[in-house]
Protein backbone atom coordinates (compact mmCIF):
# COMPACT_ATOMS: atom_id res chain seq x y z
CA UNK A 1 0.00 0.00 0.00
CA UNK A 2 1.29 3.24 -0.72
CA UNK A 3 1.69 6.11 1.68
CA UNK A 4 -0.87 8.24 -0.12
CA UNK A 5 -3.11 5.54 0.83
CA UNK A 6 -2.01 5.07 4.38
CA UNK A 7 -3.07 8.20 4.98
CA UNK A 8 -6.22 7.94 4.34
CA UNK A 9 -6.45 6.28 7.66
CA UNK A 10 -4.15 8.26 9.87
CA UNK A 11 -5.74 6.29 13.03
CA UNK A 12 -4.41 2.81 11.67
CA UNK A 13 -1.41 1.73 13.73
CA UNK A 14 -1.92 -1.60 12.47
CA UNK A 15 -2.08 -2.07 9.01
CA UNK A 16 -5.59 -2.91 9.50
CA UNK A 17 -6.00 -3.05 5.51
CA UNK A 18 -4.03 -6.00 5.36
CA UNK A 19 -6.49 -8.04 6.63
CA UNK A 20 -8.95 -7.26 3.72
CA UNK A 21 -9.65 -8.68 0.40
CA UNK A 22 -9.19 -6.36 -2.39
CA UNK A 23 -12.94 -6.73 -3.23
CA UNK A 24 -13.69 -5.28 0.69
CA UNK A 25 -10.95 -2.23 -0.09
CA UNK A 26 -12.46 -1.18 -3.16
CA UNK A 27 -16.00 -1.09 -1.42
CA UNK A 28 -14.41 0.43 1.04
CA UNK A 29 -13.32 2.94 -1.36
CA UNK A 30 -16.48 3.82 -3.38
CA UNK A 31 -18.72 4.52 -0.63
CA UNK A 32 -15.74 6.58 1.03
CA UNK A 33 -15.87 8.70 -1.58
CA UNK A 34 -19.58 9.17 -2.19
CA UNK A 35 -19.13 9.47 1.40
CA UNK A 36 -16.80 12.71 0.50
CA UNK A 37 -18.58 14.15 -2.38
CA UNK A 38 -22.59 14.14 -1.18
CA UNK A 39 -22.59 14.03 2.80
CA UNK A 40 -19.50 15.71 4.20
CA UNK A 41 -20.18 18.90 2.14
CA UNK A 42 -23.95 19.14 3.21
CA UNK A 43 -23.95 17.47 6.44
CA UNK A 44 -23.49 20.47 8.61
CA UNK A 45 -26.65 22.30 6.94
CA UNK A 46 -28.75 19.07 7.23
CA UNK A 47 -27.74 18.65 10.77
CA UNK A 48 -28.50 22.36 12.01
CA UNK A 49 -31.46 22.39 9.72
CA UNK A 50 -32.91 19.14 11.04
CA UNK A 51 -33.51 17.53 7.16
CA UNK A 52 -33.05 14.09 6.57
CA UNK A 53 -31.88 14.65 2.95
CA UNK A 54 -34.36 12.73 0.66
CA UNK A 55 -32.16 12.91 -2.66
CA UNK A 56 -29.49 11.17 -1.89
CA UNK A 57 -31.34 7.76 -1.22
CA UNK A 58 -31.33 6.86 -5.38
CA UNK A 59 -27.92 7.31 -4.78
CA UNK A 60 -27.10 5.04 -2.13
CA UNK A 61 -29.66 2.20 -4.49
CA UNK A 62 -27.26 2.91 -7.11
CA UNK A 63 -24.03 1.90 -4.86
CA UNK A 64 -26.50 -1.06 -3.66
CA UNK A 65 -26.55 -0.28 -0.05
CA UNK A 66 -30.28 -0.92 0.90
CA UNK A 67 -30.44 -4.74 1.56
CA UNK A 68 -26.71 -5.22 0.33
CA UNK A 69 -26.86 -8.04 2.71
CA UNK A 70 -29.47 -9.87 1.27
CA UNK A 71 -29.53 -12.08 -1.77
CA UNK A 72 -31.78 -11.69 -4.64
CA UNK A 73 -34.68 -9.23 -5.30
CA UNK A 74 -32.41 -7.06 -6.18
CA UNK A 75 -30.47 -7.41 -3.96
CA UNK A 76 -26.76 -6.91 -3.47
CA UNK A 77 -25.92 -10.22 -1.62
CA UNK A 78 -23.11 -9.02 -0.25
CA UNK A 79 -20.96 -10.56 3.19
CA UNK A 80 -21.47 -9.21 6.35
CA UNK A 81 -17.77 -8.11 6.56
CA UNK A 82 -18.81 -5.92 3.49
CA UNK A 83 -21.86 -4.52 5.31
CA UNK A 84 -20.05 -3.49 8.10
CA UNK A 85 -17.40 -1.90 6.23
CA UNK A 86 -19.82 0.53 4.22
CA UNK A 87 -21.67 0.90 7.41
CA UNK A 88 -18.56 2.33 9.03
CA UNK A 89 -17.86 4.65 5.98
CA UNK A 90 -21.95 6.02 5.89
CA UNK A 91 -21.59 7.09 9.64
CA UNK A 92 -18.18 8.77 9.54
CA UNK A 93 -20.22 10.64 7.79
CA UNK A 94 -23.20 10.81 9.59
CA UNK A 95 -24.84 8.46 11.91
CA UNK A 96 -28.31 9.51 10.47
CA UNK A 97 -27.51 8.22 7.42
CA UNK A 98 -26.33 4.84 8.37
CA UNK A 99 -29.24 4.26 10.41
CA UNK A 100 -31.28 4.75 7.03
CA UNK A 101 -29.66 2.20 4.95
CA UNK A 102 -29.97 -0.12 8.91
CA UNK A 103 -33.90 0.73 8.67
CA UNK A 104 -34.17 -0.04 5.30
CA UNK A 105 -32.11 -2.87 4.70
CA UNK A 106 -31.21 -4.39 8.59
CA UNK A 107 -35.03 -4.10 9.31
CA UNK A 108 -37.87 -3.33 7.23
CA UNK A 109 -36.12 -5.96 4.37
CA UNK A 110 -34.96 -8.20 6.43
CA UNK A 111 -38.17 -8.60 8.14
CA UNK A 112 -40.00 -9.34 4.73
CA UNK A 113 -37.13 -11.12 3.28
CA UNK A 114 -36.58 -14.07 6.51
CA UNK A 115 -40.34 -13.69 7.57
CA UNK A 116 -42.63 -12.88 4.55
CA UNK A 117 -44.40 -14.40 2.02
CA UNK A 118 -43.01 -14.52 -1.49
CA UNK A 119 -45.54 -12.54 -2.60
CA UNK A 120 -44.58 -10.01 0.21
CA UNK A 121 -40.99 -10.42 -0.76
CA UNK A 122 -41.55 -9.59 -4.60
CA UNK A 123 -43.89 -6.78 -4.23
CA UNK A 124 -41.21 -4.87 -1.78
CA UNK A 125 -37.83 -5.97 -1.72
CA UNK A 126 -36.94 -5.13 -5.27
CA UNK A 127 -38.71 -1.49 -4.96
CA UNK A 128 -37.25 -0.69 -1.38
CA UNK A 129 -33.39 -1.99 -2.90
CA UNK A 130 -33.65 0.33 -5.99
CA UNK A 131 -34.72 2.91 -3.42
CA UNK A 132 -38.55 3.62 -4.90
CA UNK A 133 -39.47 2.59 -1.22
CA UNK A 134 -38.69 3.39 1.96
CA UNK A 135 -39.67 1.34 5.05
CA UNK A 136 -40.18 1.89 8.62
CA UNK A 137 -40.02 -0.74 11.02
CA UNK A 138 -42.63 -0.21 14.27
CA UNK A 139 -41.67 -2.08 17.52
CA UNK A 140 -41.10 0.51 19.89
CA UNK A 141 -43.68 1.77 22.06
CA UNK A 142 -43.99 4.68 24.34
CA UNK A 143 -43.64 2.34 27.35
CA UNK A 144 -42.33 -0.89 25.55
CA UNK A 145 -38.33 -0.17 24.54
CA UNK A 146 -35.94 -2.55 26.11
CA UNK A 147 -38.82 -4.83 26.93
CA UNK A 148 -41.03 -5.15 24.04
CA UNK A 149 -42.82 -8.11 25.19
CA UNK A 150 -44.91 -5.79 26.93
CA UNK A 151 -45.84 -3.99 23.77
CA UNK A 152 -49.95 -3.44 23.95
CA UNK A 153 -50.44 -2.97 19.91
CA UNK A 154 -53.00 -5.48 19.30
CA UNK A 155 -53.96 -7.19 16.02
CA UNK A 156 -57.34 -8.66 16.42
CA UNK A 157 -58.70 -10.94 13.79
CA UNK A 158 -62.28 -9.88 12.02
CA UNK A 159 -63.37 -12.09 9.57
CA UNK A 160 -60.78 -12.63 7.69
CA UNK A 161 -59.17 -9.06 7.87
CA UNK A 162 -56.55 -8.03 10.96
CA UNK A 163 -58.17 -5.04 12.69
CA UNK A 164 -54.75 -3.03 14.49
CA UNK A 165 -54.93 -0.54 17.81
CA UNK A 166 -51.78 0.95 19.40
CA UNK A 167 -48.98 3.09 19.23
CA UNK A 168 -44.80 3.06 18.67
CA UNK A 169 -42.55 5.69 18.91
CA UNK A 170 -39.29 6.22 17.45
CA UNK A 171 -39.72 4.65 14.35
CA UNK A 172 -37.21 5.73 11.60
CA UNK A 173 -38.30 7.10 8.43
CA UNK A 174 -41.74 6.12 9.24
CA UNK A 175 -43.57 9.60 7.54
CA UNK A 176 -41.58 8.94 4.48
CA UNK A 177 -42.03 5.53 4.13
CA UNK A 178 -44.46 3.58 1.83
CA UNK A 179 -44.31 0.66 4.08
CA UNK A 180 -44.18 -0.21 7.46
CA UNK A 181 -43.31 -3.88 8.94
CA UNK A 182 -45.65 -3.73 12.32
CA UNK A 183 -45.54 -5.84 15.37
CA UNK A 184 -48.81 -6.54 17.75
CA UNK A 185 -50.38 -8.36 19.90
CA UNK A 186 -52.37 -11.11 18.72
CA UNK A 187 -54.29 -14.07 20.75
CA UNK A 188 -51.45 -15.88 19.12
CA UNK A 189 -48.54 -14.23 19.63
CA UNK A 190 -46.52 -11.46 19.04
CA UNK A 191 -46.96 -11.01 14.56
CA UNK A 192 -45.37 -8.80 12.02
CA UNK A 193 -47.51 -7.29 9.62
CA UNK A 194 -46.45 -5.54 6.00
CA UNK A 195 -48.78 -2.38 6.37
CA UNK A 196 -49.30 0.27 3.20
CA UNK A 197 -48.64 3.39 4.95
CA UNK A 198 -51.66 4.90 2.86
CA UNK A 199 -53.77 2.32 5.02
CA UNK A 200 -56.31 4.79 6.53
CA UNK A 201 -55.61 4.22 10.27
CA UNK A 202 -52.07 4.88 10.00
CA UNK A 203 -50.68 8.57 11.24
CA UNK A 204 -46.75 8.92 11.60
CA UNK A 205 -45.70 12.32 13.46
CA UNK A 206 -42.35 13.34 13.13
CA UNK A 207 -40.78 13.37 16.43
CA UNK A 208 -39.32 17.49 16.52
CA UNK A 209 -36.71 19.29 18.36
CA UNK A 210 -34.44 16.58 18.88
CA UNK A 211 -30.81 16.75 20.38
CA UNK A 212 -29.65 13.99 18.74
CA UNK A 213 -29.83 12.06 15.08
CA UNK A 214 -30.79 15.30 13.53
CA UNK A 215 -30.21 14.85 9.92
CA UNK A 216 -32.65 11.88 10.56
CA UNK A 217 -36.17 11.24 11.17
CA UNK A 218 -37.56 9.04 13.93
CA UNK A 219 -41.52 9.35 14.38
CA UNK A 220 -44.41 7.89 16.27
CA UNK A 221 -46.79 5.70 14.72
CA UNK A 222 -50.81 5.93 15.75
CA UNK A 223 -53.18 3.30 14.28
CA UNK A 224 -56.54 3.58 14.92
CA UNK A 225 -59.26 0.53 13.72
CA UNK A 226 -56.16 -0.28 11.11
CA UNK A 227 -57.60 -2.85 8.55
CA UNK A 228 -55.47 -4.85 7.19
CA UNK A 229 -56.17 -8.51 4.40
CA UNK A 230 -55.10 -11.38 6.30
CA UNK A 231 -52.52 -11.99 3.13
CA UNK A 232 -50.40 -8.77 5.38
CA UNK A 233 -49.36 -10.97 8.06
CA UNK A 234 -45.72 -12.43 7.93
CA UNK A 235 -46.58 -16.28 7.56
CA UNK A 236 -43.15 -17.68 8.83
CA UNK A 237 -42.83 -16.11 12.29
CA UNK A 238 -44.77 -16.40 15.41
CA UNK A 239 -43.42 -14.16 18.50
CA UNK A 240 -40.37 -12.12 19.52
CA UNK A 241 -38.16 -14.23 17.60
CA UNK A 242 -39.17 -12.65 14.39
CA UNK A 243 -37.94 -9.23 15.55
CA UNK A 244 -34.99 -10.03 17.04
CA UNK A 245 -33.70 -11.73 14.52
CA UNK A 246 -33.88 -8.30 12.70
CA UNK A 247 -32.58 -6.23 15.09
CA UNK A 248 -29.54 -8.56 15.45
CA UNK A 249 -28.59 -7.47 11.78
CA UNK A 250 -28.88 -3.82 12.59
CA UNK A 251 -27.02 -4.65 16.15
CA UNK A 252 -24.29 -6.36 14.01
CA UNK A 253 -23.94 -2.60 11.50
CA UNK A 254 -23.44 -0.70 14.46
CA UNK A 255 -20.19 -2.09 15.54
CA UNK A 256 -18.79 -0.77 12.59
CA UNK A 257 -20.87 2.40 12.03
CA UNK A 258 -19.88 3.82 15.69
CA UNK A 259 -16.13 2.98 14.97
CA UNK A 260 -16.53 4.79 11.69
CA UNK A 261 -17.77 8.05 13.98
CA UNK A 262 -14.68 7.65 15.81
CA UNK A 263 -12.44 7.59 13.13
CA UNK A 264 -13.95 10.58 11.58
CA UNK A 265 -14.05 12.19 15.31
CA UNK A 266 -10.34 11.48 15.77
CA UNK A 267 -9.24 12.51 11.99
CA UNK A 268 -10.65 16.28 12.78
CA UNK A 269 -8.91 16.49 16.02
CA UNK A 270 -5.88 15.19 14.57
CA UNK A 271 -5.48 17.68 12.13
CA UNK A 272 -6.73 20.42 14.17
CA UNK A 273 -3.94 19.34 16.25
CA UNK A 274 -1.48 19.99 13.75
CA UNK A 275 -2.68 23.32 12.53
CA UNK A 276 -3.41 24.95 16.10
CA UNK A 277 -0.94 27.26 17.03
CA UNK A 278 -0.38 27.84 21.23
CA UNK A 279 2.30 29.30 23.03
CA UNK A 280 4.20 29.13 19.46
CA UNK A 281 3.76 25.75 18.66
CA UNK A 282 1.02 23.43 17.57
CA UNK A 283 -1.11 21.53 19.68
CA UNK A 284 0.18 18.04 18.37
CA UNK A 285 3.72 19.05 20.22
CA UNK A 286 2.61 18.71 23.01
CA UNK A 287 2.26 15.49 25.83
CA UNK A 288 -1.02 15.87 26.73
CA UNK A 289 -2.30 16.26 23.54
CA UNK A 290 -0.60 13.19 22.00
CA UNK A 291 -1.91 11.09 24.73
CA UNK A 292 -5.04 11.98 23.95
CA UNK A 293 -4.44 11.07 20.38
CA UNK A 294 -2.67 7.65 20.91
CA UNK A 295 -5.71 6.30 23.18
CA UNK A 296 -8.02 7.44 21.08
CA UNK A 297 -6.36 5.58 17.89
CA UNK A 298 -5.74 2.24 20.10
CA UNK A 299 -9.09 1.79 20.41
CA UNK A 300 -10.39 2.58 17.60
CA UNK A 301 -8.04 0.24 16.24
CA UNK A 302 -9.30 -2.13 18.56
CA UNK A 303 -13.00 -1.40 17.87
CA UNK A 304 -12.20 -1.92 13.96
CA UNK A 305 -10.59 -5.36 15.24
CA UNK A 306 -13.39 -6.69 17.24
CA UNK A 307 -15.81 -5.98 14.50
CA UNK A 308 -13.91 -7.67 11.26
CA UNK A 309 -13.88 -10.87 13.48
CA UNK A 310 -16.95 -10.70 14.42
CA UNK A 311 -18.00 -10.00 11.02
CA UNK A 312 -15.83 -12.76 9.61
CA UNK A 313 -17.36 -15.24 11.93
CA UNK A 314 -20.52 -14.12 10.84
CA UNK A 315 -20.04 -14.43 7.42
CA UNK A 316 -18.79 -18.08 8.40
CA UNK A 317 -22.28 -19.50 10.47
CA UNK A 318 -19.77 -19.61 13.49
CA UNK A 319 -21.29 -16.11 15.39
CA UNK A 320 -22.84 -16.74 18.70
CA UNK A 321 -25.69 -14.25 19.32
CA UNK A 322 -24.16 -13.10 22.70
CA UNK A 323 -21.34 -11.04 20.58
CA UNK A 324 -22.81 -9.06 19.16
CA UNK A 325 -23.93 -7.68 22.43
CA UNK A 326 -19.91 -7.82 23.21
CA UNK A 327 -19.38 -5.63 19.99
CA UNK A 328 -22.17 -3.07 20.47
CA UNK A 329 -21.69 -2.57 24.16
CA UNK A 330 -17.50 -2.29 23.46
CA UNK A 331 -17.72 -0.22 20.32
CA UNK A 332 -20.99 2.40 21.36
CA UNK A 333 -19.04 3.00 24.85
CA UNK A 334 -15.67 3.55 23.19
CA UNK A 335 -16.92 5.53 20.52
CA UNK A 336 -19.03 7.82 22.11
CA UNK A 337 -15.84 8.62 24.63
CA UNK A 338 -13.37 9.29 21.52
CA UNK A 339 -15.82 11.95 20.46
CA UNK A 340 -15.85 13.38 23.13
CA UNK A 341 -12.52 13.56 23.59
CA UNK A 342 -11.76 14.60 20.19
CA UNK A 343 -13.75 17.56 21.30
CA UNK A 344 -11.48 18.78 23.88
CA UNK A 345 -8.45 19.13 21.23
CA UNK A 346 -10.58 21.48 19.32
CA UNK A 347 -11.89 23.38 22.54
CA UNK A 348 -13.99 26.14 21.66
CA UNK A 349 -14.09 25.39 18.16
CA UNK A 350 -15.35 21.96 18.56
CA UNK A 351 -18.92 22.97 19.85
CA UNK A 352 -19.50 24.09 16.52
CA UNK A 353 -20.82 22.17 13.17
CA UNK A 354 -17.77 23.41 11.47
CA UNK A 355 -15.87 20.07 12.98
CA UNK A 356 -17.45 16.40 13.49
CA UNK A 357 -17.01 15.26 16.87
CA UNK A 358 -19.30 16.69 19.34
CA UNK A 359 -21.81 16.11 16.46
CA UNK A 360 -20.91 13.09 16.39
CA UNK A 361 -20.86 12.68 20.05
CA UNK A 362 -24.84 13.70 20.10
CA UNK A 363 -25.71 10.86 17.52
CA UNK A 364 -23.65 8.39 19.48
CA UNK A 365 -26.07 9.31 22.31
CA UNK A 366 -28.78 7.58 20.14
CA UNK A 367 -27.16 5.23 18.67
CA UNK A 368 -25.95 3.85 22.19
CA UNK A 369 -29.62 3.80 22.98
CA UNK A 370 -31.15 1.86 20.16
CA UNK A 371 -30.76 -1.91 19.31
CA UNK A 372 -30.27 -2.53 23.12
CA UNK A 373 -28.79 -0.42 25.74
CA UNK A 374 -25.81 -0.93 27.30
CA UNK A 375 -27.79 -2.40 30.40
CA UNK A 376 -29.91 -3.96 27.87
CA UNK A 377 -26.47 -5.91 26.09
CA UNK A 378 -24.50 -5.48 29.68
CA UNK A 379 -27.29 -8.02 31.19
CA UNK A 380 -27.25 -10.41 27.85
CA UNK A 381 -23.81 -10.55 28.54
CA UNK A 382 -24.06 -11.28 31.90
CA UNK A 383 -26.49 -14.05 31.37
CA UNK A 384 -23.76 -15.72 29.42
CA UNK A 385 -20.68 -15.65 31.79
CA UNK A 386 -23.16 -16.68 34.69
CA UNK A 387 -26.01 -18.67 33.52
CA UNK A 388 -28.29 -16.46 35.39
CA UNK A 389 -31.30 -13.95 33.62
CA UNK A 390 -31.29 -11.02 35.31
CA UNK A 391 -33.58 -8.93 33.45
CA UNK A 392 -36.31 -9.24 35.88
Known sequence: MSTAERLLDPADLINFDSLLSAEELALRGTVRGFVKEHIKPNIAKWY?????????????????????????????GRSAVEYGIAGAELEAGDSGLRTFVSVQGSLAMSAIYKHGSEE????????????????????????????PSSMTTFARRDGDDWVINGSKRWIGLANVAQVAVIWAQTEEGIRGFVVPTNTPGFTA????????????????IEMVDMRLPGSAVLPNVVGLKGPFSCLNEAR??????????ARDAFEDALAYSQERLQFDKPLAGYQMTQQKLVDMALEINKGFLLALHIGRLKDAGKLDLHMISVGKLNNCREAIAICREARTILGGN???LDYSPLRHANNLESVRTYEGTDEVHTLILGNKLTG????R
Open 48 to 76: NDAVFPLEIVPEMAKLGLLGMHLDGYGCG
Open 120 to 147: QKQQWLPKMAAGEAIGCFGLTEPTAGSD
Open 205 to 220: TPIEQKLSMRASIQCE
Open 252 to 261: YGILWGSMGA
Open 350 to 352: GIT
Open 388 to 391: VPAF
